[in-house]
């Protein structure tokens, strides 16, 4: 089956503790996103990956890390957590540009304490 | 500017009616994508419909159909025949065809209650 998969689907974890959340997709798909999504704000994009060992920032960056080692894996770093990096996170992927849609993963509930 | 703007925070609906959920964009990009997503409670985002910019045609995918008024710079998304199932959270999105065009750019989304 086609899919985007992230672990874990829920997370709490204390202010300054080191996380990774894992995403990986079997679709082979070049483009790679992770987006965070908060109430009255929608999603917006974190990071983003349009093939192996190139990522940019989207628009909301600041306090995570990415990495694009693999063309299936773009894991979600937060070196050192905050509470206002509690959110809905989804990571997704494509396989083109503006015409082709994303397929999304099904979410990471992080709460930051 | 928003690119993407959902005016209606929430909708309301019975069942078996037909609603029509509003979404307006801006670009200056010839060639772009439209997207609708749906978000249940249970969180997960399911793709719905796609509208391509120079597509003639209106889209259509089962009891989805967008509106797409190119003009207008208007994509509504029209639900025939509401079921309790729809009941959700609905983004539309967009993408451009640019080198920041690997962003789904979302509004802020519409809560649709669809009641018996």
């Known amino acids: 089956e086609a899919q985007v998969t992230q672990n874990p689907r829920y997370l709490i974890t204390v202010t300054g503790k080191k996380l990774t959340v894992t995403c990986s997709q079997n679709?082979?798909?070049?483009?790679m996103s992770w987006y965070r999504q908060d109430p009255g704000l929608g999603l917006r994009q974190i990071y983003y990956?349009?093939?192996?060992?190139?990522?940019d920032k989207g628009d909301v960056p600041e306090g995570y890390k990415v990495s694009r080692k693999e063309k299936r894996n773009f894991p979600l770093i937060l070196e050192s957590p905050s509470p206002n990096q509690t959110s809905l996170y989804f990571c997704?992927?494509?396989?083109?540009?503006?015409?082709?849609?994303?397929?999304f993963g099904s979410g990471t509930r992080l709460t930051v304490v | 500017a928003q690119k993407i703007t959902q005016t209606q925070p929430g909708m309301f609906v019975q069942e078996k009616e037909a609603v029509t959920l509003d979404c307006t964009y801006d670009?200056?990009?010839?060639?772009?994508?439209l997207f609708w997503y749906k978000q249940p409670s249970s969180g997960e985002m399911i793709f719905l419909i796609y509208?391509?910019?120079?597509?003639?045609q209106n889209a259509t995918e089962g009891r989805y159909s967008l509106n797409f008024q190119k003009a207008r710079k208007s994509a509504n998304l029209v639900i025939s025949a509401s079921q309790l199932g729809d009941s959700a959270m609905y983004f539309c999105?967009?993408?451009?065809?640019?080198?920041?065009?690997?962003?789904?750019?979302f509004g802020k989304g519409t809560t649709l209650s669809v009641s018996s």
């Open positions: 670009t200056s990009d010839p060639s772009y994508g």
């Open positions: 679709m082979n798909h070049e483009y």
């Open positions: 509208q391509g910019s120079y597509d003639q």
């Open positions: 997704a992927s494509s396989s083109g540009g503006a015409h082709y849609g994303y397929t």
């Open positions: 990956s349009m093939n192996v060992e190139v990522t």
């Open positions: 999105a967009m993408r451009e065809d640019n080198q920041a065009g690997t962003a789904l750019i």
